[in-house]
């Protein structure tokens, strides 16, 4: 019988700096689809047809006070902060470590430092809305989307490569 594969630890990098130790909690981006009923004369029911990506944002908690964590909000480009994720999955089957990897771009829109108390642990919160997202397991591009350049790779498929191919970009 197979048992699941489990994060064991990770690390978590922001435009380069570790935040090794300082980062408890992250949450990936939710991948959803933007989805629109519709029903014509003769149809028994509504399709949903499929108008690309809703957009993408990611969180993460910071234990407390850390040095540049602030830089880039309020930042004028679109992809001005990069966030790395560098994951250890433990596969308890083999024994084998596999690495997975996210590596997102985009601009922190939210920093929510929660509430102080004396003697107690604090959590800052941090939102960053995406233009660039990749997720890779052991060296192998699971999902990669590129906003501005019109790039949503799923499992090996490009789904945008014939749109840009009509468009002639």
């Known amino acids: ?12 990098f922001k435009d ?9 909690e992250l949450t990936p981006a939710v991948l959803t689809r933007k989805m629109e009923d519709y029903q014509a004369g003769g ?13 993408l944002s ?10 540049g964590s602030h830089s880039g909000f309020g930042a004028v480009r679109h992809d001005a902060t990069m966030l790395r994720f560098s994951g250890a999955i433990d596969n308890e089957d083999t024994g084998q470590v596999d690495v997975a990897e996210i590596v997102a771009r985009g ?7 929660g509430s102080a108390k004396v003697g107690e642990a604090t959590e ?6 995406l233009s660039y997202y990749k997720e890779v397991l052991n060296g192998q591009t699971i999902v990669e989307i590129d906003f501005v350049n019109m790039i949503e790779v799923i499992d090996g ?3 945008q490569a014939a749109v840009r191919a009509a468009l002639g970009v």
């Open 43 to 55: 149809m028994g029911g509504p399709v949903k047809q499929d108008f690309g990506m809703d957009a």
């Open 157 to 159: 498929v490009d789904n």
């Open 58 to 67: 990611m969180e993460y908690k910071m234990a407390g006070w850390a040095d």
């Open 124 to 129: 800052h919160t941090y939102k960053i809305e």
């Open 16 to 24: 380069g700096i570790s935040y090794l130790g300082q980062v408890p």
């Open 1 to 12: 019988m197979a048992l699941p594969r489990k994060l064991k630890n990770f690390a978590v």
């Open 107 to 113: 601009r922190i829109s939210e920093i929510d430092k």
